[in-house]
């Protein structure tokens, strides 16, 4: 029995995009698509454990998700066109040449990704027709009521259908704007799992992370040859890596200064090492790196360090004065004044840091980078104060306790030098 189960979960992760995907470029109907296909997988819970795992369970399960959809178009009289239904049955089109169900898989999630959609609704639709995901498990994750989750889906569908959004791979000229549209839902993905925005759940969603890689690669094994997606996957997986060290046995956020590095996951590490390695074989051809193979990069210096003091800051520095012209943010400056601190010293940093109030007075991350600063210089209240900021800000209950457990080291610090 539980290898039947085994059988039924790992056939979701590999063939619910698959299954989706050949249905919508079938029927034109992501509603009929996603409804299809979760009756074909509950039938395989039925059917599976009495009569045995199919030899191949992902043409089993597109067979069976064609027959539901047909069966629920008879039902509801959408094709009252005799001809139209005949071809449904007797589907004589031609075989699709090799690699079509890819095709398709990439179809959909340029689909879910489109840009007419709401940043919110691009990310929703895609964990659900790609992903797989439950209804109940995306608005768990967003932290969104299940009614609300579940319409907005809805919507975001009857948006496809009346704007009528083509189901297509876009054009030569418009797939890197495209691609890195579908990247950033992925990152945002990533993010959401990596360092949880809500008060009252998990302050890392490893369930979030682990899906996020997974559509990846995904997008990989489709677009081989993207370097941007090969960047986005590296920087995943040498920041998942470092999640066995991130949250302490209290459960508070662990900074990269203070992990035990020891317990890295050495398989995704090297996985992430390789994949950068490759993209800078890539850069020394004359082929310029984009946003997130610089990330990466940075991941993998970080990650080739034995410990923070080993760091080849000047590396890293390198790395962001190269970001910084191609992503000319207050967030990237502040990461790069971080690199900064370490070769130039606090005072130096501090300056960069302070000239950046303005665009990231609501971020919290740029009070904490401020509060430490301050306390390397020795200005103790300013850097309470500063922390005390950074508190109000966050919403991560691990990184709260982390940023409370600094400010009040540094208070019973002042009372013993007083």
Not at 54 to 75: F, H
Not at 93 to 100: D, K, V
């Amino acid at each position: 029995m539980n290898d039947v189960q085994e059988a039924i979960t790992r056939a979701h992760h590999n063939e619910w995009a698959r299954v989706v995907a050949a249905l919508t470029r079938r029927f034109g109907d992501l509603d009929i698509a996603e409804e299809a296909a979760a009756e074909a997988f509950t039938t395989a819970v039925e059917r599976w454990p009495a009569d045995g795992v199919p030899p191949n369970p992902g043409a089993w399960l597109t067979t069976t998700a064609n027959r539901k959809a047909i069966d629920r178009i008879r039902r509801e009289n959408k094709r009252d066109d005799k001809h139209k239904e005949a071809q449904l049955l007797h589907d004589t089109s031609p075989p699709e040449p090799p690699g079509a169900i890819d095709d398709d898989r990439l179809r959909l999630i340029f689909t879910c990704c489109h840009p007419a959609l709401a940043m919110p609704a691009r990310l929703a639709l895609t964990l659900r027709m790609v992903g797989g995901l439950t209804v109940p498990e995306i608005a768990r994750a967003f932290l969104v009521a299940e009614s609300a989750m579940g319409q907005r889906i809805t919507r975001a569908k009857a948006k496809i259908k009346a704007a009528r959004i083509p189901y297509r791979v876009p054009s030569t000229e418009d797939l890197p704007a495209r691609v890195s549209g579908v990247l950033a839902v992925l990152f945002l993905v990533f993010n959401e799992g990596y360092l949880a925005s809500g008060p009252d759940t998990d302050p890392v969603r490893h369930d979030l992370t682990a899906e996020a890689i997974r559509l990846t690669r995904l997008i990989r094994a489709l677009l081989p040859d993207d370097g941007e997606v090969a960047g986005l996957l590296a920087l995943m997986l040498l920041t998942e890596a470092r999640h066995p060290a991130r949250i302490s046995a209290n459960g508070e956020l662990v900074a990269l200064d203070e992990q035990d590095r020891r317990t890295w996951d050495t398989d995704l590490i090297a996985e992430g090492h390789r994949l950068v390695r490759e993209r800078l074989a890539a850069a020394a051809a004359g082929v310029a790196p984009g946003r997130y193979q610089i990330l990466a990069a940075i991941n993998a210096v970080h990650t080739s360090a034995r410990d923070i003091h080993n760091t080849d800051w000047s590396q890293i520095l390198a790395l962001y004065d190269q970001l910084v012209r191609l992503d000319p943010s207050p967030i990237i400056a502040l990461n790069r004044a971080i690199a900064v601190a370490e070769l130039d010293g606090p005072e130096v940093a501090l300056a960069i840091v302070d000239r950046l109030a303005e665009a990231l007075a609501g971020y919290h991350p740029y009070h904490a980078t401020r509060a430490d600063l301050l306390r390397r210089l020795g200005r103790g209240q300013e850097s309470r104060a500063a922390y005390d900021t950074a508190i109000d800000l966050a919403g991560n209950t691990a990184e709260t306790a982390s940023l409370t457990r600094r400010r009040d080291q540094l208070r019973q610090r002042e009372m013993g030098e007083n």
